[in-house]
């Protein structure tokens, strides 16, 4: 889209904290809410110095409430402004549940449609960092089943810096999930980066032999698994969700329809996930497409361990990504 | 930070009246809704306010148009009370598409936004935060509206009714409280649900100014929510207030009353609002019977009406079945 093609290296948290500086600029009803976000500077440091920019009114910290200040930035939104929550983590933002599913997601449908509730609620997850059971937890799948929800998975950079804009324009409420493994990493984005689309899945890299799907974390480590398979002859597309709700099928059946083979990766346990979503669309949608089984890479149903080395063998890893997908390729 | 409330101003004859007329719309319209639950016209849950009129109407009379008003599933007599004409609520609860939430939500769920009325919540609390944002755009807009939010004892033992009442005091929005306490949470009794009883002196250990009221009398629910409604307004913080009432009938439809004596039940009716208050109004020459028995008529008439608004409404295509899941408009 852009020809002068400036680049910029950023960190992930950089581009997530440059969006909210972008946003709060852009509209005087933005203003964010969240444990620890203004005088801590935000639990992963995104929000460091917001505070001191914007001021309290729009940078407000609030106390340990998570189903409180939730179901406060629905009634800000339902009230005509446009609350950016953070939730520290996924992982409390189940104390909030009730907010999220009872009401952010319910009000419009039981109102007759005459009520919305245009919130955005942050929130940092991922496993990676040995902060074991309560502390490691990939609930996209639990709010991807609820209708009314927006769920945006942040797996790229440009996402990190683009997707919070473009969700306070949604009318509807839309949850983020922002990986805190990420935060320190370092890419180029474009230096005039900004809102990005927030309806369709991503063809991160072409490829006709094979469709890898993922989203999170997922997505660098299998864009480094198709480098690797590269090198032995192996072309994977390499395709990034980045909206869990509702799902773009048709740009995930496009890519089943190009390569005939799917191997999909996500870290959330394999029972009732996203990828079990997937499969079955897959299935009904497109099954005389494939040349062979779909197959996964799930996490492993067990509550995250605390050790670093049990902790890497429950979710899948690059060379997980290029054994499976070997495996699927030595049966032709 | 309890008190007693001192009557604030003489009484409005013109107002006086038009509030008896609201209470026995309320009283008449949900025993006709209990008619048509039995007809199997109205199905789901269905939570009857008979006896707890005084509450609704008695505070609802003090708020302005502006004022934003969140309730709960046992929310008609505050829809009413605040001018959500009985049509549209009966229509409603037949679930018909021009039902005041289309019909979307049935008798747990009614919505107007032209009345800035939020619901209709049917999770135990789950809108008291809600009423706390909404007070708190109030604050950082600087309008001089107010929210009030109406509740059951049974929400007072929820953790969000801590967390709401923090909020609410930490960062000094303009919300009233209004906590009916029926004496049941469902089937429960307050004295198996709550350490504390006077639920009131909950409000001091948040800062929050707080007093409890007799619910069943109208007149001193007025003052009560004047006084309070009065003291948001200004002072632009928060405010609980107490009203102790009583439910006549059962929880819900589906309720035998096995937790309760039908003596006790009896007793409280001795208290029941309505005649209480049109007992005063006689007394004081303020109405005539024949005055009362043409409200009853006048009533009658209008529920009537809502029936056959309701009868005559027409259900929502099923092809229309996924609307309202997101927004049709997307700016």
């Given at each position: 889209m852009k020809n002068n093609a400036a680049k910029i290296n950023s960190t992930y948290r950089e581009a997530l904290k440059q969006g909210l500086r972008e946003a709060l600029q852009n509209d005087e009803r933005v203003f964010l809410m969240g444990e620890d976000v203004g005088r801590y500077g935000g639990a992963f440091a995104v929000s460091k110095d917001l505070l001191q920019e914007f001021g309290e009114e729009r940078i407000m910290d609030v106390p340990l409430s998570e189903s409180g200040f939730v179901g406060a930035g629905i009634g800000a939104a339902l009230a005509g402004m446009k609350p950016i929550v953070e939730v520290m983590t996924v992982n409390f933002s189940l104390l909030a549940m009730d907010q999220i599913v009872n009401n952010a997601a319910t009000l419009l449908h039981m109102s007759g449609g005459q009520l919305n509730v245009p919130i955005v609620i942050r929130m940092g997850c991922g496993i990676g960092k040995q902060l074991a059971a309560q502390h490691s937890h990939s609930w996209e799948p639990f709010y991807a089943h609820i209708p009314g929800l927006i769920v945006l998975s942040v797996g790229t950079h440009e996402d990190a810096r683009g997707m919070l804009l473009t969700a306070l324009k949604s009318p509807d409420p839309v949850l983020i999930f922002e990986y805190t493994s990420m935060l320190n990493s370092e890419r180029e984005i474009a230096a005039d980066a900004g809102a990005v689309d927030i309806s369709k899945a991503k063809v991160l890299k072409e490829g006709k032999d094979i469709s890898i799907i993922t989203y999170g974390t997922g997505v660098y480590k299998c864009l480094e698994a198709a480098a690797e398979l590269a090198t032995i002859g192996i072309d994977t597309e390499v395709l990034d969700l980045r909206v869990l709700r509702p799902l773009d099928e048709e740009t995930f059946l496009a890519s089943v329809a190009k390569t005939h083979r799917v191997l999909i990766v996500e870290d959330a346990w394999r029972s009732v996930s996203i990828s079990s979503e997937i499969s079955s669309r897959i299935m009904e949608k497109a099954f005389y497409e494939l040349d062979a089984p779909v197959q996964r890479l799930c996490g492993?149903?067990?509550?995250?361990?605390?050790p670093l080395h049990l902790e890497d063998a429950a979710i899948p890893q690059k060379n997980d990504i290029v054994n499976a997908v070997k495996k699927m390729m030595s049966h032709d | 930070m309890t008190q007693s409330v001192e009557i604030q101003k003489p009484l409005d004859i013109k107002k006086e009246l038009l509030i008896l007329y609201q209470m026995m719309l309320i009283r008449r319209f949900e025993e006709k809704a209990a008619e048509q639950y039995t007809k199997a016209k109205i199905r789901g849950f269905l939570h009857l306010y008979i006896g707890e009129e005084a509450v609704a109407v008695g505070v609802t009379q003090?708020?302005?148009?502006d004022d934003n008003v969140l309730s709960t599933y046992r929310e008609h007599g505050h829809a009413l009370a605040r001018g959500i004409d009985a049509d549209f609520i009966m229509a409603e609860m037949y679930g018909k598409q021009q039902g005041c939430s289309k019909g979307r939500g049935g008798s747990m769920h009614l919505f107007d936004t032209s009345k800035k009325f939020y619901g209709g919540n049917a999770i135990v609390c789950g809108h008291l935060p809600i009423a706390v944002g909404m007070a708190l755009v109030s604050k950082k807009q600087k309008k001089t509206n107010i929210t009030c939010c109406f509740f059951g004892e049974?929400?007072?033992?929820?953790?969000e009714f801590h967390e709401a009442m923090n909020l609410a005091a930490l960062w000094k929005v303009p919300v009233l409280f209004v906590c009916e306490n029926n004496l049941y949470a469902m089937g429960t009794a307050i004295r198996f649900t709550h350490s504390m009883q006077e639920l009131e002196k909950k409000g001091a250990a948040y800062g929050i100014e707080s007093s409890s009221v007799d619910g069943m009398d109208l007149m001193k629910v007025m003052d009560a929510a004047n006084s309070a409604i009065h003291k948001v307004r200004s002072s632009r913080k928060p405010y609980l207030l107490v009203c102790n009432t009583y439910r006549?009938?059962?929880?819900?439809?589906?309720?035998?009353?096995?937790?309760?004596?039908k003596k006790e039940v009896e007793e409280w009716k001795k208290y029941d609002p309505i005649p209480q208050f049109q007992q005063y109004l006689l007394q004081e020459k303020l109405i005539t019977e024949t005055e009362i028995d043409e409200f009853e008529k006048k009533i009658e008439k209008k529920i009537q009406k809502s029936v056959d608004f309701a009868e005559a409404g027409t259900w929502e295509p099923i092809d229309q079945l996924t609307r309202f899941v997101y927004s049709e408009n997307k700016s």
């Amino acid at each position: 889209m852009k020809n002068n093609a400036a680049k910029i290296n950023s960190t992930y948290r950089e581009a997530l904290k440059q969006g909210l500086r972008e946003a709060l600029q852009n509209d005087e009803r933005v203003f964010l809410m969240g444990e620890d976000v203004g005088r801590y500077g935000g639990a992963f440091a995104v929000s460091k110095d917001l505070l001191q920019e914007f001021g309290e009114e729009r940078i407000m910290d609030v106390p340990l409430s998570e189903s409180g200040f939730v179901g406060a930035g629905i009634g800000a939104a339902l009230a005509g402004m446009k609350p950016i929550v953070e939730v520290m983590t996924v992982n409390f933002s189940l104390l909030a549940m009730d907010q999220i599913v009872n009401n952010a997601a319910t009000l419009l449908h039981m109102s007759g449609g005459q009520l919305n509730v245009p919130i955005v609620i942050r929130m940092g997850c991922g496993i990676g960092k040995q902060l074991a059971a309560q502390h490691s937890h990939s609930w996209e799948p639990f709010y991807a089943h609820i209708p009314g929800l927006i769920v945006l998975s942040v797996g790229t950079h440009e996402d990190a810096r683009g997707m919070l804009l473009t969700a306070l324009k949604s009318p509807d409420p839309v949850l983020i999930f922002e990986y805190t493994s990420m935060l320190n990493s370092e890419r180029e984005i474009a230096a005039d980066a900004g809102a990005v689309d927030i309806s369709k899945a991503k063809v991160l890299k072409e490829g006709k032999d094979i469709s890898i799907i993922t989203y999170g974390t997922g997505v660098y480590k299998c864009l480094e698994a198709a480098a690797e398979l590269a090198t032995i002859g192996i072309d994977t597309e390499v395709l990034d969700l980045r909206v869990l709700r509702p799902l773009d099928e048709e740009t995930f059946l496009a890519s089943v329809a190009k390569t005939h083979r799917v191997l999909i990766v996500e870290d959330a346990w394999r029972s009732v996930s996203i990828s079990s979503e997937i499969s079955s669309r897959i299935m009904e949608k497109a099954f005389y497409e494939l040349d062979a089984p779909v197959q996964r890479l799930c996490g492993v149903e067990v509550p995250i361990p605390y050790p670093l080395h049990l902790e890497d063998a429950a979710i899948p890893q690059k060379n997980d990504i290029v054994n499976a997908v070997k495996k699927m390729m030595s049966h032709d | 930070m309890t008190q007693s409330v001192e009557i604030q101003k003489p009484l409005d004859i013109k107002k006086e009246l038009l509030i008896l007329y609201q209470m026995m719309l309320i009283r008449r319209f949900e025993e006709k809704a209990a008619e048509q639950y039995t007809k199997a016209k109205i199905r789901g849950f269905l939570h009857l306010y008979i006896g707890e009129e005084a509450v609704a109407v008695g505070v609802t009379q003090a708020l302005n148009d502006d004022d934003n008003v969140l309730s709960t599933y046992r929310e008609h007599g505050h829809a009413l009370a605040r001018g959500i004409d009985a049509d549209f609520i009966m229509a409603e609860m037949y679930g018909k598409q021009q039902g005041c939430s289309k019909g979307r939500g049935g008798s747990m769920h009614l919505f107007d936004t032209s009345k800035k009325f939020y619901g209709g919540n049917a999770i135990v609390c789950g809108h008291l935060p809600i009423a706390v944002g909404m007070a708190l755009v109030s604050k950082k807009q600087k309008k001089t509206n107010i929210t009030c939010c109406f509740f059951g004892e049974g929400a007072a033992a929820e953790g969000e009714f801590h967390e709401a009442m923090n909020l609410a005091a930490l960062w000094k929005v303009p919300v009233l409280f209004v906590c009916e306490n029926n004496l049941y949470a469902m089937g429960t009794a307050i004295r198996f649900t709550h350490s504390m009883q006077e639920l009131e002196k909950k409000g001091a250990a948040y800062g929050i100014e707080s007093s409890s009221v007799d619910g069943m009398d109208l007149m001193k629910v007025m003052d009560a929510a004047n006084s309070a409604i009065h003291k948001v307004r200004s002072s632009r913080k928060p405010y609980l207030l107490v009203c102790n009432t009583y439910r006549f009938r059962a929880h819900s439809m589906f309720d035998a009353e096995l937790y309760r004596d039908k003596k006790e039940v009896e007793e409280w009716k001795k208290y029941d609002p309505i005649p209480q208050f049109q007992q005063y109004l006689l007394q004081e020459k303020l109405i005539t019977e024949t005055e009362i028995d043409e409200f009853e008529k006048k009533i009658e008439k209008k529920i009537q009406k809502s029936v056959d608004f309701a009868e005559a409404g027409t259900w929502e295509p099923i092809d229309q079945l996924t609307r309202f899941v997101y927004s049709e408009n997307k700016s």
